[in-house]
């Protein structure tokens, strides 16, 4: 271990994947001091981690090492113990195993063949032709909020532009939609208590679904996605009924929550910085500010990786079968790679944050469906209500692994024109 490891001031038994300190806060502090004296630091969670056979994870905290992890999927494995730092604690280890169906528990070859499978749906030109109803939700979405004058922002607002993409994405019938919401919350917010269903029936109830959906699609073929998936493209593949569902358990809850807990720490964000919102309002520099926005919330604030190999990062040994947390929530402030990374600047450019991952194999299929529902909506609101302002502050949500967001207590203004 290298002698800055010894001399971190950090305690022993401080838990930076603690879902009662992530719904504090992010430890900013404690980040910056990892970065500048123990980049790479052991966190023991000893009494937590039977799940995955050990007593703690490397905590990776600099830009340069998530990104060189997330590269080299030959050595660092998403499958051996799945891409969660800290699981729920109703998890078993049977439950474990069987998320290694996900795509990001995959690692390759198997990851790549689903992948480019995958990726069909997520084409530019796919992407792209969702983009006038998205528009059209979003100012709908807008417009109804203000219409109710004040509440709860993440729920008239953040939560809805998300849903609707991944739902249309996958041609979900208008009528299921409100149940699968519920469904999605429970399995994702599992630590948290104010959830709908227990996350296990939610699970078995949405995988039933999507199966459901798959084995309809192969029976009857249509011009929608879910065929696209199912049936075999030029190259011969295509997934299995069971492939799908998780593959629908996966979108919906990575999709989801990432988008919206997004829009919620962006709007804060933006509550924060009067100056940057008059700027967004006049300018609307939407590509910069979207990717401020994603840098500012990082909305998943950790993934993990497992060595398949002795090796080092930054000069630390790290033995195989070791997990490595990567902490995209202290390398998007990481004073060598942004200027001035406590301001939230909307013109930042560039900006090489890893909200969407290291740039690796796993790196966000979403990212540009993200990209452009955080333009849409953010534009919607500065069109529509751009008085918008904060009554309360932010409830944060109890997770160990994302930067979720509960409540946002907001006052929508006056309609434009009126006062
Ligand atoms: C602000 C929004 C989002 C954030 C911050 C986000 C973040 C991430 C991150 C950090 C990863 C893992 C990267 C890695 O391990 O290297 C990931 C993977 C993934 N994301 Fe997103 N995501 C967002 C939106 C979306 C959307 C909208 C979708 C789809 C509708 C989506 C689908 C996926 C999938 C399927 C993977 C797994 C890819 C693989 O393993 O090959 N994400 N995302």
Not at 23 to 37: D, S, W
Not at 198 to 218: F, K, S, V
Not at 283 to 309: C, G, I, K, M
């Amino acid at each position: 271990m290298t002698a800055a490891a010894q001399t971190c001031p950090i305690g022993k038994g401080f838990d930076f994947a603690d879902p009662e300190l992530l719904e504090r806060g992010m430890p900013v502090a404690e980040f910056a001091q990892l970065r500048k004296t123990a980049p790479v630091w052991w966190n023991e969670q000893p009494t937590l981690t039977p799940i995955f056979g050990d007593d703690g994870f490397w905590v990776i905290s600099k830009h340069r090492d998530i990104r060189d992890i997330s590269k080299d999927s030959g050595l660092w494995s998403t499958n051996a113990k799945g891409a969660i730092v800290r699981l729920p604690e109703y998890m078993e280890p049977e439950q474990l195993e069987f998320t290694k169906a996900l795509l990001i528990n995959h690692d390759p070859p198997e990851h790549t063949r689903l992948r480019k499978i995958v990726s069909r749906i997520f084409t530019p030109r796919a992407v792209h032709a969702l983009e006038d109803t998205l528009t059209e939700t979003a100012r709908q979405v807008v417009e109804e909020a203000l219409a109710k004058g004040s509440g709860n922002f993440v729920d008239d607002v953040a939560i809805h532009l998300p849903l609707k993409a991944i739902m249309d994405l996958l041609g979900v019938p208008e009528a299921d939609r409100g149940r699968i919401h519920q469904l999605v919350d429970s399995i994702i917010n599992s630590d948290d208590p104010d959830q709908p269903f227990d996350p296990i029936t939610a699970n078995a109830e949405l995988m039933a679904y999507a199966y459901q959906m798959a084995e309809d699609r192969r029976k009857n073929p249509t011009d929608d996605i879910v065929t696209t998936l199912v049936q075999a493209g030029e190259d011969g593949e295509a997934m299995t009924e069971i492939e799908f569902g998780f593959f629908v358990i996966l979108l919906i809850t990575a999709g989801n929550e990432t988008t919206r807990n997004a829009t919620s720490h962006g709007m804060n964000a933006f509550f924060d910085n009067p100056d940057q919102w008059e700027l967004f309002k006049a300018d609307r520099p939407t590509a910069t500010a979207v990717d401020e926005v994603l840098r500012w919330s990082t909305p998943v604030h950790a993934f993990q990786r497992t060595a398949t190999a002795d090796t080092q990062v930054g000069g630390v040994d790290i033995a195989a079968g070791q997990r490595v947390g990567l902490f995209y929530s202290s390398a998007n402030y990481d004073e060598e790679v942004f200027d001035d990374p406590f301001s939230f600047t909307i013109t930042r450019d560039p900006n090489p944050h890893l909200a969407f991952g290291g740039n690796g194999a796993h790196f966000c299929i979403g990212a540009n469906l993200a990209r452009m529902e955080l333009g849409l909506i953010f534009n919607a609101i500065a069109d529509v209500m751009p008085d918008i302002s904060r009554v309360s502050e932010i409830k944060r949500v109890r997770s160990g692994w994302l930067n979720g967001v509960k409540g946002l207590g907001v006052d929508y203004g006056c309609p434009v024109g009126k006062s």
